[in-house]
């Protein structure tokens, strides 16, 4: 199994990073291979909203830089793990901003799925996802808000399967370790579109 | 609540000046608001938070202003980077206050795909980023099928975006009066601009005729990361 990591921890997150690395061991004990995007350290430019990725130059964001390798890794993978301090119920800046570059793996056309529409897929094959969040402590309201936003991203990226699971900073490393596992698909959980 | 005397409007798109929906909401809500005698601002996001000395005169026109309203597309089912940094920025701020003002905060959504309620959780997001700045909630307006708007600015009387007006009106003279967005503005926002049939076929045909121009048409379905999907 591929799995593409996407780290939104902000400067100065250590637990972040270490969720990062725990899930990292976790798949390449699984004999899979991974690789983590640290978000805040990389090159990435903010989605301007130009739509160019869809009328321009098609499947590809205009800007040239780590965003579109981010993309390629995300449509290369059998998973893709969104990583992120819950920040408001969603996704830290630094995520968001990985994720709002996402959106030339599909396509401009529309569909509907059940009733409601959406954009058509681009490729024919999409990672599953996983959604993980890191709270100081419980606060359900958040921890609702944070499991729609990760399936509807699902519902909208074409991933076949969906899950997410918070973790808290004030949990032990193995416990943090036994809900990652849990959390974790099978390896066939991929969608043929 | 109280009656405010200042809002700050923050348009939360990267679009250039003058060319977003978002823009076209909050400087309509802006200006109903002046028309019943607040002062208003207009700041863009994009330009904000472009060095630390812009960001530090946004946290202190929001310290300053008694309504803060923030106008955004949905991008990927929530607020865009922009306006979740410029949130960011702004909760840290507010938190290592002793005293943050008694601001009032009330965000407009707006997305692309012809149901309104996609923004919803765009809008929870907002409500909790509220509460975790010590502002109080005023309510999220959420429009579908935005691109319909184009930057062109709403008609009040006639027209597809009369509505809309509607709602911002009605917005606009509860928020002077100290009070939340009234329910009737909200369902007024959320109704379908023009039939999603039609909506969907213009959208379909935009698509196409930009794609046309740039020379690109064939390959619109184009999968040029297929090599890294397996």
Known sequence: ?193 | MRSPKTALILVGSAKPAGQSTSEVLGRYLGQQLQARGLSVATMHVARALRTPERTAALLRAVDSADLFILAFPLYVDALPYLAVEALERLAAHRQVMPAPAPTTFLAIANCGFPEAHHNQTALEICEQFAAAAAMTWAGGLALGAGGAVHGQPLAAENGMTRHVARALDLTAAALAAGEAAPAEAVSLMAQPLIPQRMYLVMGEIGWRIQALRNGVLHRLRARPLANHAQ
């Open chain 1, 1 to 193: 199994m591929k799995t593409t990591i996407l780290n939104g921890a902000l400067p100065g997150d250590n637990f972040t990073d270490g969720v990062a690395q725990i899930l990292a061991e976790q798949q390449a004990a699984r004999g899979g291979q991974v690789r983590t995007w640290t978000l805040r350290d990389e090159k990435v430019a903010y989605c301007l909203g130009c739509f160019e990725c869809w009328t321009k130059s098609p499947g590809i964001c205009r800007i040239d830089d780590t965003g579109r390798a981010i993309a390629a890794s995300i449509i290369a993978g059998d998973l893709v793990v969104y990583l992120t301090p819950v920040t408001f119920g969603g996704y830290s800046s630094a995520l968001k901003k990985a994720v709002d570059r996402s959106i030339c793996l599909v396509s401009p056309f529309f569909t509907q799925i059940d009733g409601e529409v959406h954009h058509q897929p681009r490729y024919r094959r999409y990672p599953a996802l996983l959604g993980i969040g890191v709270l100081p402590a419980p606060q359900p309201a958040q921890e609702r808000i944070f499991s729609t936003l990760v399936g509807r991203n699902a519902l909208n990226l074409y991933a076949r399967s969906q899950r997410s699971v918070i973790v808290y900073r004030s949990q032990p490393a193995a416990e943090i370790a036994k809900a990652l596992r849990s959390a974790l698909p099978a390896s066939d959980e991929r969608i043929a579109a």
